[in-house]
């Protein structure tokens, strides 16, 4: 299962508890306002939430930090990790065996959350990405088996909410997504840097060589986002034989080009993701 967009408001929450507020938190809880998600079915908890955030939740009609949450039908967690066992107690009991708990909390697996909110029996952990905060993010999720298929469908809504959301057949493959999409974005990141760089010892003006470079990386995935056709096929098309391109490809494209170094690279992320996990 997986959708490219937003979540339909029919499959949005009764109510739902956001904990954290940071920017990814506050990525997803504006999705979920434009979506259709009524601000009366939410509440958000955050120690030090930002001015803009609440402002946006007073314009809602969000609560912030209310005195007594009542178990809701969606907690959704994207609190720092590493604030996860500090944070636990006061959680647990808003997680009821009846509540879906969305966690984006990077490298804490599904066992990790049941030990902290040990009545919780429908978890989806998931793994967005930094251009979620612009609604053009990719997501892998992976649920919890007691995790029915309407819950689902209120994760996917959720989730979908700032971007792209692929369904995982098991949570072994959330290191790989880390590894592909997760850290991804600093790739492509890297890529522009490179770009730029290189303009530069071709004789551009570095100022020159780094807007043409950004414009060039953020044309084509704008371009790569909205085409139906392939990656190797819009490579292609802008590929004349013998031309320029296909002198430089013919660089990247060789036996220890660009392919076996993001093979190494994604690689390299994937097992690292597995070390910090827990």
């Not at 009542?70 to 959704?76: G, I, K, M, R, T």
């Not at 590894?179 to 991804?184: D, E, I, L, Q, R």
């Not at 890529?191 to 780094?210: D, F, H, Q, S």
């Amino acid at each position: 299962m997986s959708a490219q967009g937003h979540g339909p408001s029919g499959h949005l929450p009764a109510s739902l508890i956001l904990v954290g507020a940071g920017k990814m938190g506050g990525a997803m809880l504006e999705g979920w306002l434009a979506d259709g998600l009524p601000g009366a079915r939410v509440a958000v908890i955050d120690p030090n939430p930002s001015p803009a955030m609440l402002a946006l939740c007073a314009a809602h009609g969000i609560a912030v930090n209310p005195a007594d949450p009542v178990e809701p039908e969606a907690l959704v967690l994207a609190i720092k990790p590493q604030g996860l066992d500090a944070a636990g107690p006061a959680l647990a009991p808003l997680a009821g065996p009846g509540t879906l708990v969305v966690s984006v909390l990077a490298g804490k697996t599904i066992a990790n959350l049941r030990d902290r909110l040990p009545r919780a029996r429908a978890v989806v952990r998931a793994m967005p990405n930094l251009p979620a905060s612009i609604r053009r993010g990719a997501t892998g999720a992976a649920a919890s088996p007691e995790t029915g298929e309407d819950q689902r469908r209120t994760a996917h809504a959720l989730l979908s909410g700032i971007g792209l959301v692929e369904w995982l057949d098991g949570e072994d493959l959330i290191d790989a997504v880390t590894a592909v999409s997760g850290s991804g974005p600093a790739y492509i990141f890297l890529m522009a840097e490179a770009l730029a760089a290189a303009g530069v010892a071709a004789g551009l003006p570095a100022e020159v060589a780094a807007r043409l470079a950004r414009q060039t990386v953020a044309g084509a995935g704008e371009l790569l986002g909205q085409s139906p056709e392939e990656p190797a096929t819009l490579r292609q098309n802008v590929t004349s034989p013998g031309g320029t391109t296909a002198a430089a490809l013919g660089v990247l494209m060789a036996e220890e080009g660009l392919a076996p170094l993001m093979r190494e690279a994604v690689a390299a992320a994937k097992r690292r993701a597995g070390e910090l996990a827990g």
